[in-house]
Every structure is written in structure tokens, then in C-alpha cells.
């Protein structure tokens, strides 16, 4: 039976080597950011100068989708508003019909994993090829990925050494640098034979339509310039004023995704091709994407539209090191999809995801943008709480605070508890609650309650 909810899909991976693969990579990436911030004595300030960038935007973001649409299309590219997968598939599809494609090749973009745009074009009859490495892996392995930075976090060297070995007939390894290498002769004529390049954008900027896609490999680059259509795909929420601000975004995503000073490459393309260049493309498609988002941007986790998703908050979350991407369901893993998904969804089929979180608040922390993640979290529950009212909890609140405010009944659930802590918990721990109180001992024992309560103790002792 094919998993539904967060927690049946956790329980597959809990404990699993794809788990334990995730929890020490993601560890390793969240010391790296660490080590990073602690070398940039101005990096809490520019967090502060990334969060007013990023909500200044998000307040204004029709005025700027309206400036940046203009600018790319004086610059000749063609601007296509989607309001859904359906519509942003529909048109890329068009596109690469009329422009004769018959191969494409795509730089990492989550976003077109969120509309499954692979599916849709090669369902028209395009071959599409991922270029990153990571995608490339998880493409081969008809997985999908499992961190917004690192798709195959939670893959060995040892099974992408049997994955490559298997798909493209060589030999065995597992040194990394003869993987890499094993990519970089498979893939590049590929690059050189494509008739379109698909990106999403790390940013757009408004004023001057420039599209930027950061990566720590050359494949962003060859992806956007070789072919002939380069087409990207974006959130409409991707957008920053102007170059200045691109400046500030820069400096806060390397060091907080992977503990770069700055990644390997940012490819800035401004425009197709223009008469004199030496390369670039022919034809640039730029497709604005809502897909829910403008919902959110009216909710009361529209603060979420602010994530430039680096990745920080999945590093430091302890649910996601310990049960991995896949167990969220949707395209985004960890605290930031715990608010994007069910806040984007029409149909409210993620109300578990909410849940999936300790509260503990290492997400803001790490977050480049001071997001509230945790306050949004709270607030989703609440808004699902009321809606469905959760059968048990709420009168089980209800009970507790009518306990809690009545001195007689408080003192008679104490003596209850200490009963119960002298007949259940003789070892100090309770193994297992009875009915939904069982899902906290499923996973852990108990605290004993103590066999005299305090108030108790404090009347036979106060005097001495």
C-alpha cells in the first residue's frame, strides 16, 4: 500500500542507511554554514538587509513583476504568466513544438520539479537530460530529490558507483573524482547536441530583467548559452529591485546553504542573444509562475515567499536529519515545505505537515532571512485544528483547563498521578500509554510521575 501521511512514509526510512546518509550530510553542511558566518564579522547585518529586501519585494511584488516582465521584454525576450503546472507545461511545450526541439537540457530547478515539467515534455516528445549532478544521479535512478540543494543527499557513493556502473556501462568506482568525471564525458555532448536550455532562476531582478541561477558547476552555464531556446521557469516571489540587492541575496545564500563564501558560479543572463554576441540563445522564454503562490502571498504565511531556498533550515532541522526528504511527499522537504505545501495546496491534502516539527526554532535561526517558521508552523495548526477540531485533543485541552484552574480537581489528578506513578512506572519510565497518548510512548518511554507530588511533599516538610 502506497504511504499517504508524513509519518507513514517517516517510518520506511527511520533508521535506514538513506537516512543515516542524510543526517551526516546535512550535520556536515549546517557545521560548514557555521564556519562561515562565524568568518564574516557583517553577517547578522546583512541577514537584517536580506529580510527587508526580501519583504519590501514581497509588499510591492505586482509593481515589480509588472518593472521586471517590462525589462526582459525590451530586451527581446517573451514573458508567459502561468497561473498553474498546467498552463507553464502547456506553454514550454508550445515553445519547444514551434522551435523544432527534440533534446533539451535543465539546470537544477525545484520549481519544475513542482510542476513535473520532465513529464510533460517528454510526453510531447522532447528528451530531457538533468545537467547538475545531483539531478543527473537522481534522474538515472528514477528517484526524485530529497534536499532543495543537495537532491541525493541521502545516496552513497557506493550505490551511485553501482547506479553509474549499471546505466552507463563502466566500470566500478566510488572515488568521487572519477564520478564527476564519468558525468562530465557523458554529458557534454549532450550539452553540445541540445536544442533548448531549461533553468529556473535563483532571482530575477526588476530592473533589469536579468535572470540568475547560482550553482557550484558549470553545467548553468552551458545549459543557458548553448542552445539555441533557452526557456526559464520561476516563481513569480523570485524577484529582488535591483542590482544592489542581488548583491546582498549573494552574500547571505552561499554562506548559508553550503558555507561558501560564494558559489562556484552565478550566471547572470540579461536577454537573448544580441547582434555581435558570440554566443548565447536565439530566443529566451521567461514563464512567471503562480501556482498557488499569490494564495499564500493573502495568507498568514505569505512570510514564506521570502525562502531563497538555500537549504539552511533542512541542515539544522533534527525531524528532517533523522527521517530525510522523501518522507514530506511534496517537492519541498524539511521546515520550509512544512509551510510552502500545505499553504499552496487548494486541496488541503498535506494537514500532516504542519506537524512534522519539534518547534524547536533552529530553522529561523539559520534562516538568512530570520523567517518565523515556527510561528507559521503554530499557525497553520491552529487553522487546521479548527477546522477539523482533531477528534480527541480538543476536548482533552478543554479537560486539562478546566483542571488546571480548579484547585479540588487539580489536587485529585495529582493523586491520581501519583498512584499511577507507583503501580505503572516502578522502573522511573512508562513504556507505554494507553489510547492516542500512545503515539508519544511509540517512540519513547515516559517519565515515571513522581509517587509524592510537590504540594504533598511541601506539607509534611515546610516546617523543617
Same mark, same amino acid.
Do not use: C
Given at each position: 500500500m502506497t504511504p499517504v501521511t508524513f509519518r507513514e512514509r517517516a517510518k520506511l526510512d527511520i533508521g535506514t542507511p538513506k537516512a543515516r546518509a542524510n543526517d551526516v550530510a546535512a550535520r556536515r553542511l549546517a557545521s560548514h554554514r557555521e564556519e562561515a558566518a562565524s568568518q564574516f564579522s557583517g553577517f547578522e547585518e546583512m541577514r537584517d538587509r536580506a529580510r527587508q529586501i526580501r519583504l519590501h519585494t514581497l509588499g510591492r511584488l505586482d509593481n515589480y513583476l509588472a518593472e521586471f516582465a517590462d525589462s526582459v521584454e525590451r530586451l527581446g525576450g517573451k514573458v508567459f504568466f502561468a497561473g498553474d503546472a498546467a498552463e507553464a507545461n502547456g506553454y514550454v511545450c508550445d515553445v519547444a513544438a514551434r522551435a523544432g526541439v527534440r533534446s533539451a537540457v535543465k539546470v537544477k530547478s525545484m520549481v519544475t520539479e513542482e510542476i513535473e515539467l520532465n513529464h510533460a515534455l517528454e510526453q510531447a516528445g522532447v528528451t530531457v537530460v538533468e545537467t547538475d549532478l545531483?539531478?543527473?544521479?537522481?534522474?538515472?535512478?528514477?528517484?526524485?530529490?530529497?534536499?532543495?540543494?543537495?537532491?541525493?543527499?541521502?545516496?552513497?557513493?557506493?550505490?551511485?558507483?553501482?547506479?553509474?556502473?549499471?546505466?552507463?556501462?563502466?566500470?566500478?568506482?566510488?572515488?568521487?573524482?572519477?564520478?564527476?568525471?564519468?558525468?562530465?564525458?557523458?554529458?557534454?555532448?549532450?550539452?553540445?547536441?541540445?536544442?533548448?536550455?531549461?533553468?529556473?532562476?535563483?532571482? *530575477?531582478?526588476?530592473?533589469? *530583467?536579468?535572470?540568475?541561477?547560482?550553482?557550484?558547476?558549470?553545467?548553468?552555464?552551458?545549459?543557458?548559452?548553448?542552445?539555441?531556446?533557452?526557456?526559464?521557469?520561476?516563481?513569480?516571489?523570485?524577484?529582488?529591485?535591483?542590482?544592489?540587492?542581488?548583491?546582498?541575496?549573494?552574500?547571505?545564500l552561499?554562506?548559508?546553504?553550503?558555507?561558501?563564501?560564494?558559489?562556484?558560479?552565478?550566471?547572470?543572463?540579461?536577454?537573448?542573444r544580441r547582434p555581435g554576441d558570440p554566443d548565447g540563445p536565439d530566443e529566451l522564454h521567461v514563464v512567471i509562475l503562480d501556482n498557488g503562490r499569490s494564495r499564500v502571498l493573502g495568507s498568514s504565511a505569505s512570510e514564506i515567499l521570502g525562502c531563497i531556498r538555500c537549504g539552511a533550515c533542512l541542515n539544522v532541522c533534527p525531524v528532517y536529519r533523522t527521517v530525510g526528504g522523501h518522507a514530506y511527499g511534496g517537492t519541498y522537504a524539511g521546515p520550509v515545505g512544512s509551510v510552502l505545501t500545505p499553504a499552496m495546496a487548494e486541496d488541503g491534502g498535506w494537514s500532516d505537515l504542519p506537524f512534522a516539527s519539534t518547534l524547536c526554532g533552529a530553522c529561523r535561526d539559520a534562516c538568512p532571512i530570520r523567517i518565523d517558521i515556527p510561528g507559521m508552523l503554530t499557525a497553520l495548526r491552529s487553522e487546521l485544528i479548527g477546522e477539523s477540531g482533531f477528534g480527541w485533543l480538543r476536548p482533552g485541552l478543554?479537560?486539562?483547563?478546566?483542571?488546571?484552574?480548579?484547585?479540588?480537581?487539580?489536587?485529585?489528578?495529582?493523586?491520581?498521578?501519583?498512584?499511577?506513578?507507583?503501580?505503572?512506572?516502578?522502573?522511573?519510565?512508562?513504556?507505554?500509554?494507553?489510547?492516542?497518548?500512545?503515539n508519544w510512548t511509540e517512540r519513547r518511554d515516559l517519565p515515571a510521575p513522581a509517587a509524592e507530588s510537590f504540594h504533598s511533599w511541601w506539607r509534611h516538610n515546610r516546617g523543617t
Open positions: 545531483g539531478e543527473f544521479i537522481v534522474q538515472l535512478s528514477g528517484d526524485r530529490p530529497s534536499h532543495i540543494i543537495a537532491p541525493v543527499l541521502h545516496k552513497t557513493r557506493q550505490e551511485i558507483g553501482r547506479l553509474f556502473e549499471q546505466k552507463l556501462g563502466i566500470g566500478y568506482t566510488d572515488e568521487p573524482v572519477e564520478l564527476n568525471e564519468i558525468a562530465r564525458r557523458h554529458l557534454r555532448p549532450i550539452f553540445l547536441g541540445a536544442d533548448m536550455g531549461i533553468s529556473g532562476a535563483n532571482f *530575477g531582478v526588476a530592473s533589469t *530583467g536579468s535572470i540568475v541561477t547560482v550553482t557550484n558547476e558549470g553545467n548553468g552555464r552551458l545549459s543557458t548559452t548553448a542552445p539555441r531556446v533557452h526557456v526559464v521557469v520561476m516563481g513569480m516571489e523570485r524577484l529582488v529591485p535591483g542590482p544592489g540587492d542581488l548583491t546582498v541575496m549573494l552574500e547571505v552561499a554562506r548559508s546553504g553550503t558555507g561558501q563564501r560564494l558559489s562556484a558560479y552565478t550566471n547572470i543572463v540579461t536577454g537573448p478543554s479537560a486539562y483547563s478546566r483542571a488546571a484552574t480548579n484547585p479540588t480537581l487539580w489536587r485529585a489528578f495529582l493523586a491520581a498521578g501519583s498512584v499511577f506513578g507507583r503501580t505503572v512506572g516502578r522502573t522511573g519510565w512508562v513504556e507505554k500509554l494507553p489510547f492516542h497518548a500512545g
